[in-house]
């Protein structure tokens, strides 16, 4: 066995708000997702989502069922989105080899039995995963930052210039729930999704990536009137409930994976609070 899926529960916004900084931590944040020749994560009952890391070192490791699923294989009833956060990288899918460069997806669809994952000569394959419940068997597919849809926000004025790669939603790739994208911050800027947003109909997972050792993230979380904050190092990934908002302030620039889950798939659904009404 070399997969580790913690269960976590949903929490009301009206015991959040008693949540001291440990509390808060061990509910939404997942610390350690790269463990070597492991597959590691937290199996959120928001949404249901499976947010992870896949660190094949030493040998290649396959996609195994977990028991929380009580399924034959892990995508007997799921589909997954994989995005590569290190250097190239191969992925099997039921025979068929995907090549994935660095900020490259992956989806794959509901019914793949043989997903295998490989070591690079270095030992530094490093793939995240957000993997939700599917009804329907849509085609695997690989989407590059050339195949996304593409959307730049924000000023360096206002500390919030970054582009969001839209790699997988649905006028990219048929999905059943998931969606997952990428957004970079241009150098300089340091907020991400400011102004902030909510959307009830959709939970949400952050990964932060390409931050220096030394450096790190503010992020933001909590009812709009009501918020907190949980400090972030490079490869940490957070738990955003429907009700929360879901943005953060770096030490310098870095990249962030984002996914959701949920009741549609309309990336623009989102209530958008001004700054001003944050509290
Ligand atoms: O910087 C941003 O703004 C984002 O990347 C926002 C996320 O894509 C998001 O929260 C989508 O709901
Ligand atoms: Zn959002």
Redesign the pocket.
Known sequence: MHTFIETRYSNHPGDVKQYDTSRLREHFLMENLFVKDQINGVYTLNDRLIVGGIHPSSKSINLETVDQLKAQFFLERREIGIINVGPTTSIDVDGTTYELANKEALYIGQGAKDVVFHPLNSGDTFLYFNSAPAHHAYPTKKVGKDDAEVVT?GSLENSNH?T?YKLLVNSVVPTCQLQM?M?ELKPGSVW??MPA?T?DRRM?AYFYFDLEADQAVCHYMGQPEETRHIWMKNHQAIISPPWSI?SGAGTSNYTFI?G?AGENLD?GD?DIVAPTNLK
Do not use: A, D, F, V
Request: aromatic letters at 14%.
């Open positions: 926000l970054r969001i994208g957004t991400n999704t947003h959307h949400e879901h984002w959701m990336y989102m």
